[in-house]
């Protein structure tokens, strides 16, 4: 498609010279975001007000040009990808923090707000905002409305939907419209639930109400290694099955330690086959007897060690390695391809066991680096995509992985979103009415399907194989 | 208001056999909604008989409402119409439990109770301590959002819910989310019939994650001489390090139904008590009782003392049933649920309170402090015109609600059905969001099929 030059005029009218990129090489910055997706837009926007993004939505609605949100740009699945090409609404200048509530436990955001800023904002009151993608030092809190984002800590505190009261949202017809509140409950129907997660693909978030979140009185950050996969994830099946809920559980395999030690030097052992991180958060009586159970589980099951973090630079160090180990991957491998799969966590062991039989049979190397709490794969193909049967045996092995997690009653996606990377893999989990209904609503808001086209749902192309990557592996960082 | 003479009972009698289709006096009215009587109770089997009677109901412009253990179906406006009453009640299967996964799966039609002494085997629980609960269905407690008293640790059903299977207004058999902890495959389409009384599709199923049962618990109360100091103690306990289960603030008359039950002592009339419940280790538990102990006395409160083994669980259990106890009492009460924040809580039950007074009736309140009041208006003993005075304090409440510096969100759950109609509604004044509501149920019920009226914005 190719947008009209009077429709650039307009928005230069509408938004100023300065919030309007249309030249080539400022475009091919926002061609791309943490996934392995491209698109090129047509023009890219930067409102400062939800009244500026209602009049951007008609001029597209006027000009029949598609649009879509956009925040930091780290997404993992290509929601933030300008599929088929038109206006990218930047909300790069609507970045600021409206209100900070501390008495009733709220904050009021703009949707460029980045989600460590706000964290940091309410440091000083002993507040902090649960939800912690990897990417949190960049990644926006309307991205992370969007796709509903997690990270470690929501094994105990929930994903964003969680901390969402209320919204503000600029229709696809332009209306301004809220949903919910500060309160903890509005009658009607849970429109918040709805809209967060729904990848843009329904209105355009112009500002947010969250909950904030008490800091924990004390902390414990334990890091227990193995020999021996199996004895890893027994380990986490055990914890869980004990019925301890620490407030994440994270697993990096020996592969992905040694990657991350050489980059992060946190102190893993290169010469294991996997670790626990554990955290433990809450009263100094229950933290303790939480990290005293813990160890006793690991070592039950041969953890060779089972380290406590002595001070908050020991703990930091140790997230550092967790929340850059997909960074690390980055510079010894020329690409990489990252799952997202659910699984019942019961089934945890005999999945690392499948992942490895997979990775056998195809010649490849995969990396595991996860959610092990919540049962939350990111199994990390390595190739290089100059090797093109290389490069089949990655989608095959890719095909192969997420089917195990579906046969197993899982899910596609815990956290990355299905965007336009899986969204042709629903109809493994869904059927044609289940997908015929989430249409339908889809249309009742986004009839003419001009806001953010292509994702979620299944256009129809290639069933049921995973898309091919295209550009080489950035140094994303998935939560 | 019915229609019998426009349905075919054969054709229901052929979906669903025989048995299972009810015409008798006595089922008919257990499922009364607002003085409306269905003409027939439907019993499904399953998902795929729902979807065919709802199909039918559509061809033939028959309305639906959907009931499990018939506890709530007061809630909501009078509907527009009704013809049939869809009986979960043959729908009361755990289809999946892993309790090593902690999680779960159950039919709608399950009765809470039931399901919790299932969990309670293997040492788990649903944060749903719900009203009615020997009676309360799966169905119902979601449909209708049933409040828990849990809810200041766990959340609301939206916060533990995995996934759904339901059936659409269009009888369409569709599911959303899943059965994992941790998913984000599709549209949360499930969360929007949390709460929506039925008016979009018959919930067949429903996953949770579970949760274990805590080893050691106590609940504590202290008594305050007026609101001010109770909502004190409730900032303080709220700025702590301490996450109590629950947190629960009656007032006077709240405090005599919940401890008329065998009170402790110190719970004397005309006094604010607050209720804290905490859980796990004894030690942490310990902690709790000092912590509190520290924080009630410098709120100035009259004391704070544990409840006994004995009437620990008579208390909780009055609490749960606090609506229930309330209008067995008192049946023409009316019961609103507000949602509002901490901070304005003091002086919402001031605003209350004045309503009250001025309007002639009785109140009574219990407040959930993460933002949730219970507030029951209830005519003066021996008045004779009770309608008239309730509906006019009815509107007055949510008059009072708007005011910027309250901004609660009022829904009146509970009242009789001429209260409803006098009052003008039991939603309030409209929402700027209702335009998006009526296209969510466009979505799921085009023909108006599923409790038309009975929602918000007239849906």
Redesign the interface.
Known sequence: MQIKPQLVRDLIALLGPKAVLSEPEDLMLYEYDGSVELGSPECVVFPSSAREVSEIVRLANRYEVPLLGRGAGTGLSGGAIARDGGIVVAFSRMNRILEIDAANLRAVVQPGVVNLDLSRAVDHLGLYFAPDPSSQKACTIGGNVSENSGGPHTLAYGVTTNHVTGLELVLPDGEIVRTGGKNLETSGYDLNGLFVGSEGTLALVTEITVRLTRKAEAVKTLLAVYDTIDDTTESVFEITVRAITPAACEMLDGFTLRAVEDYVHAGFPKDCAAVLLIEVEGLSEAVEAQAAAITEVCKLHRAREVRVARDDRERALLWKGRKEAFGALGRISPMYYVQDGVIPRTRLPETLRRIAEIAAKYDLQIGNIFHAGDGNLHPLILFDERDRAQFERVVAAGGEIMRHCVDVGGALTGEHGIGMEKNELMSLIFSPDDLALMARVRASFNPAGRLNPGKVLPLGKGCGEIRIPHIPASAATPA | MSHPAHISFARLEEIVGAPHVLTSPEDLALRRVDGFLPSAVIQPADAAQIAEVLRFAGAEKLAVIPSGGCTKLGIGSPPARYDIALDLSRMNRVLAY?P????LGVESGMRIEQLLRVLAEQ??FLPLVVPYLERATIGGIVAS?SSSPLRHAY??V??FCLGMEFV?GEG?????G????????????H??L???LGT?GVITRVNFRTF?LLPAQRTFVAAFSAAEPAFQFC?AI??S???PQMVEIADPGAAEVIFSGGGPPQAEPRKWSVLVSAA??P??VD?YARELGHMAAAANADELEPLGDSEGPVVLARIREFPRLILEAVPSAAIFRI?????AMPGLLGELSSVATRGGVDLISLTRA???VYAALLPKEGEAATVPLLSKAVQEVFRVCGKSEI?????LEWCPPEVKLAAGGV??PP???????K??K???DPNGVLCPGR???GI
Not at chain 2, 100 to 103: A, M
Not at chain 2, 172 to 176: F, L, V, Y
Request: zero cysteines.
């Open positions: 892993d090593q996964d902690l999680t040492k788990q959002n959340g609301g939206r916060d659409t369409s058999q569709a599911k959303s899943g059965r994992v902890v941790k998913n984000v495959t599709g549209y949360d389409l969360k929007l949390i709460g929506s979009l274990p900032g709220s700025r390090p301490l996450t796990g280790l030690e942490v902690r949602g509002v924040l901490p901070t993460s933002g949730i901004n609660a969100s009022a829904m939603w309030g929402r700027p969001d209702f335009g998006l509501m296209r969510v466009d979505s799921f929602f918000a914005g």
